[in-house]
């Protein structure tokens, strides 16, 4: 190899120092010849990166690769994988929506404490006495003089009075049956009521309790944008603790597919499906209804083994029972990794159930 062929070649790959690439850029402009082969070696340099990126590297190189990156290659069959996945998901929300099936309910009217009182049987008609009886069983007034000489009665007067007021029929009063509203906790009388206008208008309080824990198994299905390639293995498990109506924090596990550049100078694109643990808050407006569901975002940043993961949820939740939510949404995440990021989006399908762990 003469010494202008040599030159062309660092050239093209990228190692001649200014000082050679001056020699070649001489060299050409006297040489017709050697223009001729310095198109012909660009040539054949683009056709070795077409031929390289169309053909699959050996299966050594390809675990040399991931290896030196951290990435494990799965050796087994994708059905396989899948089946530990889908058994605890289904496991999981089999025990949660049991759980909450079997829960007893609460009711809306609480154990009556106040029973009501049965009318008497025997009623006595109420004949009016005569005016000397009333008189005589009415006491008599005193007068001033009565303070400082008392009256004085004889025995048989006084058994006289006596047999009067027994010979007058009893009174007899008729029990009527009030109705009562039925107990309420102090909580619900006190929330339920108007406070006054100092200390804000009336707040209408929770008749049933909730419960404090939340799952969430959620699906990520087809993906958009051509951001990353679609996997069945696009899945998340998260468990909130319900702070209100509204604020929910958790721990989420993701598993989500990314297009990763494993060689820059080559460009080479490979896909890998991650795990990550991260941290998830969850916002929902309960408040506002779009076509029917609650309006939510939950984002989280967490940990994958290549790098730090942020992703964030949005849709709309869909009550179907007390503690049985349907989740639509869109979800994007995004991986940082050797100074480089990848990005996913996709369409998300998922069911949030309350588990009443006291």
């Not at 290659?73 to 929506?97: C, E, N, Q």
Request: hydrophobic fraction near 40%; charged fraction near 15%.
């Amino acid at each position: 190899m003469d010494r202008l062929t040599e030159l062309i070649f660092l050239y093209l790959d990228g190692e001649a120092t200014p000082a050679q690439q001056q020699e070649l850029f001489a060299a050409l402009s006297e040489s017709d010849e050697l223009q001729r082969q310095f198109h012909q070696a660009i040539q054949m340099q683009r056709a070795f990166d077409v031929e390289r990126a169309r053909t699959a590297a050996p299966a050594d190189v390809k675990e040399a690769v991931y290896a030196a990156l951290g990435i494990s290659v799965p050796t087994t069959s994708l059905l396989r994988r899948l089946l530990p996945y889908a058994g605890t998901s289904a496991a999981l929300g089999g025990i949660a929506i049991g759980i909450a099936l079997l829960q007893s309910q609460p009711s809306d009217q609480p154990a009556q404490t106040i029973e009501q009182a049965k009318p008497i049987e025997a009623r006595v008609a109420l004949n009016p006495p005569s005016l000397h009886a009333r008189s005589q069983a009415l006491p008599s007034r005193h007068s001033a003089d009565d303070f400082t000489s008392p009256r004085t009665m004889d025995a048989t007067t006084a058994q006289e009075q006596t047999t009067e007021v027994d010979d007058l029929p009893p009174f007899t009063f008729e029990r009527r049956a009030h109705l009562i509203s039925a107990a309420e906790p102090l909580a619900v009388r006190l929330t339920s009521g108007r406070m006054g206008m100092i200390f804000g208008p009336m707040s209408a309080a929770r008749n049933r309790e909730t419960a404090p824990w939340i799952a969430q198994v959620t699906y990520r299905g087809s993906t958009l944008a051509g951001t990353a390639p679609s996997s069945l293995q696009n899945f998340s498990i998260a468990a909130f603790y319900r702070f209100d109506e509204n604020n929910r924090l958790g721990i989420e596990f993701r598993r989500a597919p990314y297009t990763l550049n494993i060689a820059q100078p080559q460009s080479t694109l490979t896909t890998a499906t991650l795990s990550s643990l991260a941290i998830a808050y969850s916002f929902t407006e309960s408040d506002i209804r779009i076509f029917g569901g609650m309006p939510f975002v939950q984002p989280s940043v967490g940990l994958s083994g290549l790098g730090p993961v942020a992703a964030v949820s949005a849709g709309l939740h869909f009550p179907v029972a007390r503690e049985f939510n349907v989740s639509i949404g869109f979800d994007g995440s995004a991986l940082v990794y050797s100074g480089q990021i990848a990005s996913t989006l996709s369409v998300l399908l998922g069911f949030n159930v309350g588990i009443p762990i006291r």
